[in-house]
């Protein structure tokens, strides 16, 4: 079964303090991975799609990358305005297009 | 561009009555998603429809889910008789083309069911 995990379930920073946010996969063949950013009572936004091992993109504060087993959202000097969940999730190579989530990492930058 | 359309933004309604939930998707996507947020379970696909045919309703929970794309701009979610187990936020989300674009989401649908 495809598994997806999030960590931290939830993560506080200071304005202009770096960190990185980790997803976890297992699943039988990669076809996508998908970041998106929820603000409270919004739908996801999306941020990046990563197709293979090695790949990074970036926008911003934030840049995405991907290994084989893992993904990281690295935010560098946050502001406040990053405030929100960030969703990853996995497309599998079987045909099947939906999405799996993780649970989410909720980043709080305080000013 | 506009993006996806979602209504009504909050339902709430009595156990026992019918609701049905809309979504417009983005022009020229041609496919649309039927997805549930709860806290418990998180995200969850439902069922997704491909140039307005149902490909795969493996996550729709029971009989009194229904979901319908009488055309390539507009969808329902339906559930009838509505349960309170029911309540969650429904997104509905639409893509273009090949399977592993991106899917982008509508601002969703909060259903409170009493």
């Known amino acids: 079964e495809d598994q997806v995990t999030q960590s931290p379930e939830a993560l506080r920073l200071q304005e202009g303090e770096s960190s990185s946010l980790n997803c976890s996969y297992t699943?039988?063949?990669?076809?996508?991975l998908f970041w998106y950013r929820q603000d409270p009572g919004k739908g996801p936004e999306f941020l990046f799609t990563l197709y293979s091992a090695g790949e990074e993109k970036e926008k911003e504060r934030l840049k995405a990358t991907l290994t084989k087993k893992e993904s990281f959202l690295h935010i560098t000097a946050p502001k406040p305005e990053d405030s929100a969940t960030y969703l990853c999730?996995?497309?599998?190579?079987?045909?099947?297009?939906?999405?799996?989530f993780g649970s989410g990492t909720r980043l709080q930058v305080q000013p | 561009d506009a993006g996806v359309i979602q209504s009504p933004r909050h339902e709430v309604t009595e156990m026992g009555q019918e609701v049905t939930l809309r979504c417009k998707p983005i022009?020229?996507?041609?496919?649309l998603f039927w997805y549930r947020q709860t806290m418990m379970r998180g995200l969850e696909l439902l069922i997704y429809?491909?140039?307005?045919?149902?490909?795969?309703d493996s996550g729709m929970p029971e009989d009194r889910f229904s979901a319908k794309m009488p055309n390539a701009s507009f969808s329902t979610l339906k559930i009838q008789p509505s349960e309170p187990r029911d309540s969650a936020v429904y997104f509905c989300?639409?893509?273009?083309?090949?399977?592993?674009?991106?899917?982008?989401f509508g601002d969703g649908t909060r259903l409170s069911i009493l």
């Open positions: 699943v039988s063949g990669l076809r996508g």
């Open positions: 429809f491909n140039n307005n045919v149902p490909i795969d």
């Open positions: 999730a996995v497309q599998v190579d079987t045909g099947r297009r939906a999405l799996t």
């Open positions: 989300a639409s893509n273009q083309g090949a399977g592993n674009q991106p899917q982008h």
């Open positions: 022009s020229g996507h041609n496919s």
